[in-house]
């Protein structure tokens, strides 16, 4: 089970950490990736983590703004979101995935993340 949060409002300019936290199963056997969906738009990729912690993938529009890194030790995944701008504003979910045909799936492969958590709601004012 996944569970995202950390969400909240905070003005542009301003940060948040998100963090996603495993249950039920050990997640360093896992890549993990965050997902956001805007109101009235489609769910889009944002960044992810291979299960070492030792590659990532960002979107374009997040690129040198937001930081994905894990702890194991912990089962969590964290998203650190700099320099927030307003159509930043979204529901942030975290999916995990354990394919075996992947160190970290390409940002466009969504169905090989196998298990979604409910997300968190980030809004950011302008």
């Known amino acids: 089970q996944l569970q995202a949060s950390g969400g909240g409002l905070v003005q542009a300019g301003g940060s948040l950490r998100l963090s996603c936290a495993a249950s039920?199963?050990?997640?360093?056997?896992?890549?993990v990736g965050w997902f956001r969906q805007a109101p009235g738009k489609e769910r889009e990729f944002v960044a992810a983590i291979s299960r070492s912690g030792g590659t990532t993938y960002y979107a374009d529009p997040v690129k040198g703004r937001f930081t994905i890194s894990r702890d194991n030790a912990k089962n969590t995944v964290y998203l650190q979101m700099n320099s927030l701008k307003p159509e930043d504003t979204a529901v942030y979910s975290c999916a995990a995935g354990s394919s075996s045909s992947w160190n970290l799936p390409l940002p466009g492969y969504v169905r090989e993340y196998g298990y979604w958590g409910q997300g968190t709601l980030v809004t950011v004012s302008s």
């Open positions: 039920g199963r050990t997640f360093s056997g896992y890549y």
